[in-house]
């Protein structure tokens, strides 16, 4: 495939749909272009030669004759592309806000497409399916009965990097806020259980905690702050599986004591319950007294370790033997998962099981055929995917090499040439403290990855590292203890004992890598690490020949401890907590691990461990399917920067060399460019020491005139006639399959209803319209308001072509016809006497809010403000303009506290074309008033090119919610004001607040 090298294989947007892909035939990926969207697929493993022209191969190149289409996908997306497009009709008003917040283009943060995706598909199976299409849900309810037992279990597969912990907390949040609006609603739950495989991932997950310090909700901005009070209510646990185990209880007994009670049966009195372990696991959620009547969601990172095997294995797999002991570890932990879930299903009910995964395949040993995808999955955003829309880095793999007679280059299958030449596990003559004597293709490879390595570090050196941002790192993933260990003492150094037991430090082979300091003792901080990922995220105790191993790591990260933390005792914590402290810090600024440039790993380095400044990679061990290579290659995936190009709107392209993992791939070429300086981010937020500049504005939900309680009469004019026609919707449709007879589809059931139906109708959705100062209907005035509806009709509807007047009670049509009949009542009843009170309704709930909400991090420019005129720390400039603005605000004489409205949650509602919409102003001023007198706060807009959406937004601020607001009286009083040239912004502002000021404010300007 070396002739098939693609430049640069980014094609799409990372926050739009993709709109390319790269094309495969029978030779793998190809470098032509095709339009539109690759559909989800996947690639079946093929048993194939081992040997081909004499040498050793391994049959799992992605070609098209492996490919599989995922048909339940493909099903689905093109239904809720549709639904997308349409503006997400048939859901929850609290949904639609989510959704709205989540696709804004004008987000600080923007989320990618593949999240956006993901959750929009949870929501579509949930809330409109069931109506539209309600085969899905018939599917899934058999899929889950022959695979999961029953458990209700729906997929999501999402590419290493792509961002899943995001959507699970989208996910929390879309049930928790829906479930706070209507807790009647058993579609939706406030109860989760977020299940993770290791202890890693599981302190990772605590950021879906809406009380952590550093939550998802607020710092990813998913929840609108005027609806983050919403979460409160929402109980979230984070569990590894193991939790999952049946732990001990009851009085101490010694072993023997126990095994004469118990005589071997399977539930004894010193073991847990499966219902005592449902009951201690879900403790945090509240649940304690029994079944809740709506159920636990439970949210599965890396699923696919959540599998439940079927009765007869539907594939035999020839398994060797230490593949059968991966494959029986599996099942165990798999059978452990799943029966865990079960059982709390049967105390507490489980709503829903959201499995989340790179990869949601059944694996080896499973019975169902490695490879295989669980039938469950719905949505598809694949590493392919992920890599056309620049989300993740570009793995480059070894395509040619200049060896003789290979088939294969060296270093893209470096296990089969090296594995005769390294210890087995478990080799007794394996001398841990003996020389590193490794091959010589490991010592080449290792060589030839360290010196490429070695520019990428010259570059950050150059670029970044004054930036306090960490070096590059090197992650080797061996196959044991022992050989890890080999690895480790060659890159970083080891110590030579001599026969009077004297030791001496001897220098590591790779420079940069080495712990000791080539004087013959070792760095105070390690350069290189030695862990045992698979230990330490189980929980339980490191091995002894571990231990033994990483002594002296452990030692000098206990000195380091005590050295950062004068106060804490390095003696408190375990080995394993120290080590697991230090993996999981590495490249993260002021943590143990920031100064780690290279990781050697026995076994698979976990899941979750994903570092962003991972940077090459080398396997040294097995590995014999597509789904290991994934797996491996994708812990080094994770962007460093997520600065967008000005020029073409994507990601420029970061690369991972690796070595030694046989991963059948696009084989790019492009050459990793300097890296920029990474952008600091910016955290913003409402100061406590500014509290005295606080502005707090009213939510203005609707408005409504304050009428007499008297006889209503209307006034019918040109305003207030409709006219209806086919260009609303065809009265006729044709319908035609590809032979037949035509078939002619009408509205004849629409056309049947009664003209007086439609008048009850409209009567019915103008009464809306009026209410008492409470909020209260007035139910009285529903006959007059039904005489006045006849007579519109009667009058004021105009019906064209084929038309009629049923057509009114279309949705978009109907809102139109009320607001006319609304109108011309406000105009008949008050005659020409003074105009009704305009008056606002406020939201039911936190009908205020203020300054004090406003907290977010930001990548963008900011400017610092004035600390004695704004409650926030900066203002992030999304445009050219607005710091100058903001910079006249505060030098306006007469301007007492002001704030840009970011993160702010201060919202207009109003109509365009007969739809509803929310419009955010740019800034609010509070200006300076006596002691004791009411506010006055000005709300700017700064305006570029006339947009007809733009001037609906002006007006509705301007003729609805200034002077609603300011006939209520409560919230002081408020004014408007455009800036249509930014340049001329002085001007205007230092006359609108003199006139605003030297005199009684009319709200306009």
Not at 618 to 638: D, I, K, M, P, S
Not at 752 to 776: C, H, M, W
Not at 783 to 796: G, H
Not at 942 to 959: F, I, P, Q, W, Y
């Amino acid at each position: 495939m070396a002739d098939r090298v693609i430049e640069n294989p980014i094609l799409n947007s990372p926050f739009d749909r993709p709109s390319r892909h790269w094309k495969f035939d029978d030779d793998g990926i190809t470098d032509t272009v095709m339009e539109g969207r690759r559909p989800s697929a996947y690639f079946v493993p093929v048993p194939a030669s081992r040997r081909r022209g004499g040498q050793l191969s391994l049959p799992m190149e992605w070609t098209s004759d492996r490919l599989r289409p995922n048909d339940q996908v493909n099903q689905i997306r093109p239904k809720v592309d549709r639904w997308r497009d349409a503006g997400y009709p048939g859901v929850t008003n609290t949904t639609k806000a989510l959704l709205a917040h989540w696709s804004s283009p004008e987000r600080a943060r923007r989320l990618f497409f593949g999240q956006r995706e993901a959750v929009e598909t949870a929501i579509w199976t949930t809330e409109v399916a069931a109506k539209t299409d309600p085969w899905v849900g018939n599917a899934l309810a058999d899929q889950n009965m022959t695979y999961s037992g029953g458990l209700p279990r729906v997929a999501h597969k999402m590419a290493t990097g792509s961002g899943k912990t995001a959507v699970m907390a989208m996910l929390i949040a879309w049930h928790a806020l829906n479930k706070a609006a209507n807790s009647m609603d058993r579609r939706f739950s406030d109860r989760f259980l977020v299940v993770a495989p290791g202890i890693t991932i599981r302190d990772r997950l605590r950021v879906l905690l809406p009380t952590d310090p550093d939550n998802s909700y607020e710092v990813l901005d998913l929840v609108p702050a005027d609806l983050r009070s919403a979460l409160e209510g929402a109980r979230v646990a984070v569990v590894t599986f193991w939790a999952f185990g049946l732990r001990e209880t009851g009085p101490a007994a010694g072993r023997l004591t126990k095994q004469i009670l118990t005589a071997g049966e399977p539930e004894t009195p010193f073991t847990e319950s499966p219902d005592q372990m449902a009951r201690r696991v879900c403790r945090e959620l509240g649940l304690s007294s029994g079944r809740r009547g709506g159920g636990i969601l439970v949210l599965n990172d890396e699923a696919h370790h959540c599998w439940q095997g079927p009765p007869v294995p539907q594939e035999e797999e020839k398994l060797t033997g230490e593949e059968k002991r991966e494959a029986a570890d599996r099942s165990r932990e798999a059978h452990l998962w799943i029966s865990g879930l079960k059982a709390i299903q049967a105390k507490y009910g489980i709503r829903q099981v959201y499995d989340l995964s790179a990869t949601p395949f059944f694996l080896k040993g499973s019975g169902y055929g490695e490879g295989t995808l669980f039938p469950w999955v719905v949505s598809d955003f694949s590493l392919v995917d992920a890599i056309e829309a620049g989300i993740v880095k570009i793995p480059r793999l070894p395509v040619a090499d200049n060896q003789a007679d290979s088939d294969m280059p060296a270093f893209r299958s470096l296990w089969p040439r090296i594995r005769e030449h390294l210890p087995r596990k478990g080799r007794k003559n394996a001398d841990v403290g003996a020389e590193p004597a490794l091959p010589d293709e490991l010592q080449a490879a290792l060589h030839s990855l360290y010196g490429n390595y070695e520019k990428s570090y010259r570059r950050w050196e150059d670029t970044s590292a004054g930036t306090g941002s960490t070096p590059p790192v090197f992650i080797v993933v061996c196959s044991n203890t022992t050989v890890s260990k080999m690895v480790y003492d060659w890159i970083a150094g080891w110590d030579k004992t001599f026969s009077d037991d004297t030791t001496v430090v001897q220098t590591g082979n790779l420079a940069l890598f080495r712990n000791d300091d080539e004087r013959g003792s070792w760095l105070d901080r390690p350069r290189t690490i030695l862990v045992d990922s698979e230990q330490l995220e189980s929980g339980e105790a490191m091995s002894a020949d571990f231990k033994a191993v990483a002594q002296r790591e452990i030692e000098e990260f206990k000195a380091e401890y005590r050295q950062r933390f004068p106060g804490r005792s390095a003696e408190a914590l375990t080995e394993e907590d120290l080590l697991r402290e230090v993996m999981n810090t590495v490249g993260k600024p002021g943590k143990l691990g920031e100064h780690v440039r290279c990781v050697v790993s026995v076994s698979m380095l976990t899941e979750g461990w994903d570092v962003n400044t991972v940077t090459h990679i080398l396997g040294v061990r097995a590995f014999g399917t597509q789904l290991l290579c994934e797996q491996v290659v994708g812990r080094g995936l994770r962007r460093r920067s997520y600065a967008l190009d000005p020029e073409t709107g994507r990601f420029e392209a970061e690369y991972a060399e690796v070595y030694g993992v046989p991963f059948s791939f696009i084989p790019a070429a492009g050459t990793t460019k300097d890296p920029k300086p990474v952008r600091p981010v910016m955290h913003v937020r409402a100061l406590p020491e500014r509290a005295h500049l606080r502005i707090e504005y009213p939510r203005v939900v609707g408005y409504r005139y304050d009428l007499p309680d008297r006889r209503l009469d209307a006034r019918f004019d040109n305003d207030t006639v409709l006219v209806l026609s086919n260009a609303d919707a065809p009265t006729e449709t044709e319908i035609a399959g590809v032979a037949g007879e035509i078939e002619i589809h009408t509205l004849d059931d629409l056309r049947k209803v009664r003209s007086q139906t439609v008048a009850y109708l409209l009567a019915e959705g103008a009464l809306i319209r009026f209410r008492d100062p409470a909020g209260n209907a007035k139910p009285w005035l529903y006959p007059q308001l039904l005489r006045i509806c006849r007579d519109w009709l009667d009058a004021q509807l105009v019906c064209k072509d084929d038309a009629f007047p049923a057509m009114v009670l279309l949705g978009q049509r109907k809102a139109e016809a009320v607001e006319r009949i609304y109108r011309a009542v406000v105009r008949g009843t008050t005659g020409d006497g003074p105009s009704p009170h305009l008056l606002p309704m406020y939201r039911s709930f936190d009908p205020v809010g203020s300054t004090d909400v406003v907290e977010f991090d930001t990548t963008r420019a900011c400017y610092e403000t004035s600390p004695d005129r704004c409650h926030v720390s900066h203002v992030a400039l999304h445009s050219g303009w607005e710091q100058k603005v903001a910079y006249e605000i505060e030098a306006t004489k007469g301007v007492a506290a002001c704030v840009k409205n970011d993160h702010l949650s201060f919202r207009i509602h109003y109509a365009y074309e007969g739809e509803q919409h929310d419009y955010e102003p740019d800034f609010l001023l509070r200006l300076a008033a006596p002691d004791g007198a009411p506010p006055q706060t000005v709300i700017v807009e700064v305006s570029g090119e006339r947009r007809a959406d733009k001037a609906a937004k002006t007006a509705a601020a301007r003729n609805l919610w200034v002077p609603a607001v300011n006939n209520d009286g409560r919230y002081g009083t408020w004014s408007f004001l455009e800036i249509t040239d930014p340049s001329n912004a002085r001007t205007m502002l230092r006359e609108t607040v003199e006139g605003l000021l030297g005199q009684t404010p009319n709200g306009k300007r």
